[in-house]
């Protein structure tokens, strides 16, 4: 196969994506913006020292150079935090534009205004960019060591979805594709909000009754917006919606539901956010989606209090005690 992708972001998610992708076959750049890091990385590889479960495939190569991609192909897969990802990729326009093909396996709103990820593609790059996301259930050291995991690639475009999906396919990794670019965007983003909210209520102490309430009525609330938004409701109940909902609520290799039991069991946001000392995505799509459902005027309970948690000082109890508190009424 003589197929190159360079990925970009060189967290636990990108390596492990860099990683697939070379075991498929495929030539892979995998490009860091921290040129430290990137420089330990590839003495790593050359001495083929790798931490359990992370093994670099030979024709898989390491930059901290963003001028590098351009010389290497024309195939990107962003996956910077989404607090990152505009400034990416504004950077890797000033190497890349003419016959890029962009995906990013990123979970977020655009931070400046809570836009979507492809909006921001659009705006930087044109709104004929061959553009997908690769979203659904998936750790990355799960993927990295192997174990069977299945996702969704979502584009507008039939082609470039093919085309990525055949990638990153394989025995031990199923790739779906979807037409419905905004109803996985939306999945993606604000699953991570509900399982903050998870991890609180578990760090409270409630039980399994409680998290199955909240993973039903907060995927109620993920079609609420994701509809108003332009996705269809039958994504949210696929592997980019439930599928990644069910995991991030349930499962303690979520970052942000270790952080909301972190809440739940008392600590304070800043002790809980270096306890866990990775991205947790679900912090700043609290904000952006409490603020895109008030703009819109969709009822989003569990993440107007868990924003209150995170930004207003509310007792993580309070918040609990607030939701049971609403008034009775008909399930939708
Ligand atoms: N981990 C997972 O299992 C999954 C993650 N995702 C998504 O992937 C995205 C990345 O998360 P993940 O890899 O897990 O995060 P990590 O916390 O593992 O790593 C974050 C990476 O981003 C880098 N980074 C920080 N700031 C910038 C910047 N300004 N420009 C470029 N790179 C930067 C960090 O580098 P440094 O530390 O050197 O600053 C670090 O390498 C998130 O949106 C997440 O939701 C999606 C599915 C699975
Ligand atoms: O999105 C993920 C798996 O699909 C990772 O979730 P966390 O960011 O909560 O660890």
Not at 255 to 274: E, M, V, W
Request: hydrophobic share 45%.
């Amino acid at each position: 196969m003589n197929k190159k992708i360079a990925v970009l972001g060189a967290g636990s998610w990108g390596t492990a994506l860099a990683i697939l992708a070379a075991r498929n076959g495929c030539q892979t750049l995998l490009w860091g913006h921290n040129p430290k890091h990137m420089a330990l990385l590839t003495q790593d590889h050359e001495n083929k020292r790798y931490l359990p479960g992370w093994i670099f495939p030979e024709n898989l190569t390491i930059t901290s150079d963003l001028a590098d991609v351009s010389a290497f192909c024309n195939l990107v897969l962003v996956s910077v935090p989404s607090h990152a990802f505009k400034d990416t990729l504004i950077k890797l326009k000033t190497h890349l534009s003419n016959g890029l093909q962009i995906a990013w396996a990123t979970k977020g709103f655009n931070p400046d205004n809570g836009s979507l990820l492809h909006e921001v593609v659009a705006d930087i790059f044109s709104p004929q960019t061959p553009a997908a996301l690769l979203s659904g259930p998936s750790f990355a050291a799960e993927v990295a060591a192997e174990l069977p995991t299945a996702i969704t690639i979502a584009s507008s475009q039939p082609d470039f979805a093919n085309h990525l999906a055949d990638i990153l396919h394989s025995e031990r990794f199923r790739t779906y594709t979807n037409s419905d670019l905004i109803g996985v965007e939306v999945g993606g983003a604000v699953k991570n909000v509900m399982a903050i909210a998870a991890g609180i209520a578990d760090g409270l102490g409630f039980g399994a009754n409680t998290r199955a309430a909240l993973i039903t009525r907060g995927l109620n609330e993920i079609i609420r917006l994701g509809v108003k938004l332009g996705g269809r409701q039958e994504t949210f109940m696929g592997l980019a919606g439930l599928g990644d909902l069910i995991l991030t609520c349930t499962d303690n290799q979520s970052r942000n539901r270790r952080f909301g039991l972190a809440l739940g069991q008392g600590k304070d946001t800043a002790a809980a956010i270096q306890e866990i000392d990775q991205e947790i995505e679900g912090i700043s799509a609290a904000k952006e989606t409490f603020l895109l459902a008030k703009k819109y005027g969709v009822d989003m309970p569990i993440t107007e209090q868990t924003y209150k948690v995170l930004y207003e000082g509310l007792t993580p109890l309070a918040a609990v005690q607030n939701l049971l508190a609403r008034e009775q009424k008909a399930e939708s």
